[in-house]
């Protein structure tokens, strides 16, 4: 069979295409580098630690300072970019307008039918809290919350943030005895501790809760947690800010409060760091034998009664530190296995 013959059109398709090709100009080099371009990565934003808060306001005849405080915390509130947020009012058993501004301001309000202390406020709130982490502040308008942003950049890195006066805002004799709260108190936990005494605070709730049934129901609260997180091995922070004057009459009662705040301290200290209590009154009492020892040796060439006594009671107090140290270590293992530290 012979072969099928091709169509004219398709025969001549090929001479067509070359004599295209060879009449065209020819494509010119790119004389230019192309730009090198560095590939883009993406880094995903960093989440906060802190996406569901609980701000506990503790306040008692506070109808003068807390509508224009809750108005300002609305605001540092909707823009902190948070997951989600709430505020609770605990009016201590208030004669005024307190709890019904609060409700007004669109605040939670949880009341007490009298007043049981600044501290059982906090204590009720923090109860009452849903989120992850609290922020504390006072009622009476001294701490701006406009410095939230700031302290909740800190909890990146911390358990607790204390928003520090630095040894201002109050009158004289009152921060002279804040610096001295501080400086005990920093000999206690073996940390610089700035401001023992701020209620203003933002931190963990589940800390928080742990340790709700150390707290007082005075105003001598922000030393227990202060004090109860520092030697609990929990980070805490320090935030500094300018306090502002409050409106009205402060609650607090220099000599009673005052006297009861060294009182927690010791008593905080001997939970959590008993040595630093036992030890240096153990010495003390040592030295003091030891003295009257070389007294009576010169003077009768003898080693009294009195000297066998006060090395003896040196000796029960330091064993006494001893096993109380070992207590307070059974505590704190118990504690860290309930958070997985």
């Given at each position: 069979m012979s072969?099928?013959?091709q169509p004219p059109a398709l025969e001549a398709l090929p001479d067509a295409l070359f004599a295209l090709m060879a009449t065209?100009?020819?494509?010119?080099?790119?004389?230019?580098?192309?730009?090198?371009?560095?590939p883009v990565h993406t880094a995903p934003r960093p989440e906060s630690r802190v996406q569901r808060l609980s701000?506990?306001?503790?306040?008692?005849?506070?109808a003068a300072n807390l509508p224009a405080l809750l108005a300002e915390l609305d605001t540092a509130l909707r823009g902190a970019n948070l997951a989600s947020y709430e505020v609770i009012v605990v009016d201590d058993g208030s004669t005024d307008e307190t709890p019904r501004l609060a409700a007004a301001s669109g605040a939670a309000v949880v009341r007490h039918a009298e007043s049981l202390g600044n501290g059982?406020?906090?204590?009720?709130?923090?109860?009452?809290a849903r989120g992850d982490w609290i922020l504390l502040l006072d009622g009476d308008g001294q701490h701006p919350p406009a410095e939230l942003q700031a302290m909740l950049a800190?909890?990146?890195?911390?358990?607790?943030?204390?928003?520090?006066?630095g040894g201002k805002g109050g009158s004289a004799h009152r921060n002279l005895a804040n610096r001295i709260y501080n400086r005990f108190a920093s000999y206690v936990s073996g940390r610089s501790i700035p401001d023992l005494t701020s209620g203003f605070r933002l931190l963990r709730a589940d800390v928080a809760k742990d340790l709700v049934w150390l707290l007082p129901?005075?105003?001598?609260?922000?030393?227990?947690i202060t004090m109860s997180m520092l030697r609990g091995g929990w980070s805490v922070g320090f935030h500094p800010f300018a306090v502002r004057p409050r409106r009205g009459k402060s609650h607090i009662r220099l000599v009673a409060d005052g006297s009861r705040f060294f009182l927690i301290i010791l008593r905080?200290?001997?939970?959590?760091?008993?040595?630093?209590v036992f030890l240096p009154v153990s010495m003390a009492v040592a030295a003091l034998g030891a003295a009257w020892y070389f007294h009576t040796w010169l003077t009768d060439g003898r080693f009294t009664n009195m000297a066998v006594l006060l090395f003896s009671q040196a000796g029960i107090l330091f064993a006494l530190g001893l096993i109380a140290e070992q207590i307070a270590s059974l505590r704190f293992q118990g504690m860290s296995r309930e958070h997985g530290r």
């Open positions: 072969p099928r013959p065209g100009e020819r494509p010119r080099a790119r004389t230019e580098t192309p730009v090198a371009r560095a701000v506990v306001v503790p306040a008692r005849d506070e059982a406020a906090v204590k009720r709130g923090i109860r009452e800190l909890a990146q890195h911390h358990d607790m943030v204390v928003g520090s006066r129901n005075t105003f001598s609260y922000p030393t227990t905080i200290a001997t939970m959590f760091a008993p040595l630093r």
